[in-house]
C-alpha cells in the first residue's frame, strides 16, 4: 500500500465514522501551499498529493481531522469557536491557525541565508542554491545553509489550511 492508499483510507475510515457513509467523498488535489480543503458545494474532502506524501502519519492525521470538523461544523464556522470545538473534539491538536500557505511549516528541508531569509524545500537539496531574496542572480555569498527540520522545528502543531 503506498502512502497515498493509506490517507485515502484513513479518510474514508473518518468519513465514514463522522460523516456517514456515502455522505462525503475524498479525493487527492495538486495544491502546493495547502494541505487539505474542504467543498462543501461538492461535499469533498480533498488532500495535497504533493504534500501528503510527505507528511507524516501524525500530520495526515491532523490535516484530515480540520478537514472534517470544516464539514461537520458547516461553511459558516470558518475556524471560529464552534469549528474549534468540533475539531478537538475529534482529537485535532493543531492549537495555531496559519491563513497562509501551509507548505513551509512542514518541509522537511530549512534553509537560511547569511542574511537570516528562510527557505523550504520537500527535496533533499542537491546543488548550491543562493538566496533569491538576497539578490536575484546566483551570488556564491548568499549561499544557503540547508539542515533537516527536527522536532524542535515544528513543536505542537499541524498548521491548519486555508479552506
Ligand atoms: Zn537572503
Ligand atoms: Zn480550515
Not at 479518510?11 to 465514514?16: D, P, Q, T
Not at 467543498?39 to 480533498?46: G, S
Not at 495535497?48 to 470538523?69: G, I, M, N, T, Y
Not at 461544523?73 to 492549537?95: I, V
Request: glycine fraction near 8%; charge should be positive.
Amino acid at each position: 500500500m503506498t502512502a497515498l492508499d493509506a490517507v485515502r483510507l484513513r479518510a474514508e475510515e473518518l468519513i465514514a465514522e463522522h460523516l456517514g457513509t456515502g455522505t462525503w467523498t475524498f479525493g487527492f488535489d495538486h495544491a502546493k501551499t495547502r494541505a487539505g480543503q474542504c467543498d462543501f458545494a461538492r461535499r469533498r474532502i480533498t488532500v495535497s498529493r504533493h504534500l501528503a506524501a510527505r507528511f507524516s502519519d501524525d500530520d495526515v492525521e491532523q490535516v484530515l481531522l480540520h478537514e472534517v470538523a470544516h464539514a461537520l461544523a458547516g461553511p459558516r464556522a470558518g475556524h471560529g469557536a464552534g469549528w474549534k470545538r468540533t475539531a478537538s473534539a475529534l482529537g485535532y491538536t493543531g492549537s495555531r491557525l496559519h491563513d497562509g500557505p501551509i507548505a513551509s511549516e512542514l518541509a522537511p528541508w530549512i534553509g537560511v541565508c547569511p542574511a537570516g531569509h528562510e527557505h523550504f524545500r520537500y527535496r533533499t537539496p542537491t546543488r548550491q542554491l543562493a538566496c533569491a531574496r538576497c539578490s536575484r542572480r546566483f551570488d556564491s555569498r548568499n549561499v544557503i545553509a540547508w539542515r533537516r527540520r527536527t522536532a524542535a522545528d515544528a513543536p505542537t502543531t499541524v498548521s491548519a489550511p486555508t479552506a
